[in-house]
């Protein structure tokens, strides 16, 4: 039985400015000895963010991530960063398919596919995303759909050391509304059954974070399920205060 590490990632989303710094230092201050021996942190703030926040998180054992890659290496991409730009920033690994990349941006399966590919080659852990709408929840298609995009998001290859899966309902999202506890629990289930059925055993060892309204409140609940490996938090992650007390339902 392979063990994993739980992991809480902050995603800032759009959100982040110099001033914020200091609100990352105050994380980095707050994930203490007893924190770092139970449970991986991650922030990925915004591109323009990077550099400074990873000179800031060393020493600090917090990971930084970006928010999205291109799957190219280079060329005529104007405002994209490539995954190997994310990479020299001093970020370890890249938010890939977030569902509000796919609305805003109209990101295929396929697409998503091919920057987990671009991350790897630049070697970067990939969070890939994926969740169903909220009319696909309401149809009784959530695993359905959950389990199209975890086949169609994915490239051959995926192991535990390179990629992380954040199931996130899109209804959930900034809502305040989460799936009950069963409904996170089945899908959960779900997702490793098709990770190993196609990966292997290898497989075991990917996480499963969960992501879409995860508060302090709501975190000891969520956090305790099976299959769920941790967290991808938006809005409560812009701030220490809201941020570390969901790290700390692992104590
Ligand atoms: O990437 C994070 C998610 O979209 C969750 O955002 P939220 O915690 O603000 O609902």
């Known amino acids: 039985m392979i063990k994993r590490r739980p992991l809480v990632a902050g995603n800032w989303k759009m959100n982040g400015v110099k001033a914020s710094i200091a609100e990352f ?7 203490d000895h007893a924190l770092r021996a139970k449970v991986d942190l991650l922030v990925a703030p915004p591109a323009t963010l990077l550099s400074t926040l990873a000179v800031v998180a060393l020493g600090s054992r917090i990971a930084i991530a970006g928010q999205d890659c291109h799957p190219k290496p280079n060329g005529a991409h104007t405002g994209d ?39 790897w ?6 969070i890939v995303c994926i969740g169903e709408s909220r009319d696909e929840h309401i149809a009784g298609r959530t695993l359905q ?39 996170i ?36 609940e969520i956090l305790g399920i099976a299959d769920v490996d941790g967290a991808l938090v938006g809005g409560a992650s812009l701030k220490a ?6 790290a700390r339902a692992y104590l």
């Open 121 to 126: 080659s630049a070697g970067l852990t990939a």
């Open 241 to 246: 205060d809201t941020f570390l007390p969901i």
């Open 25 to 31: 230092g105050r994380i980095c201050e707050g994930y």
């Open 185 to 220: 629990a089945e899908v959960h289930k779900a997702m490793r059954h098709a990770l190993v059925a196609r990966f292997g055993a290898q497989a075991q060892a990917v996480r499963l974070l969960y992501g879409g309204s995860v508060k302090p409140e709501n975190a000891g």
């Open 81 to 119: 960063l490539s995954a190997e730009m994310v990479a020299d920033t001093g970020a370890s690994a890249v938010i890939v398919g977030h569902s509000e990349r796919r609305a805003d941006h109209g990101e295929t399966d396929a697409r998503v596919s091919a920057k987990v590919e671009a991350a």
């Open 145 to 183: 759909v959950v389990r199209h995009q975890l086949t169609a998001s994915l490239p051959e290859g995926v192991t535990g050391a390179d990629t992380v899966i954040a199931y996130e309902p899109i209804w959930a999202i900034g809502t305040g509304l989460t799936p009950t506890t069963h409904d």
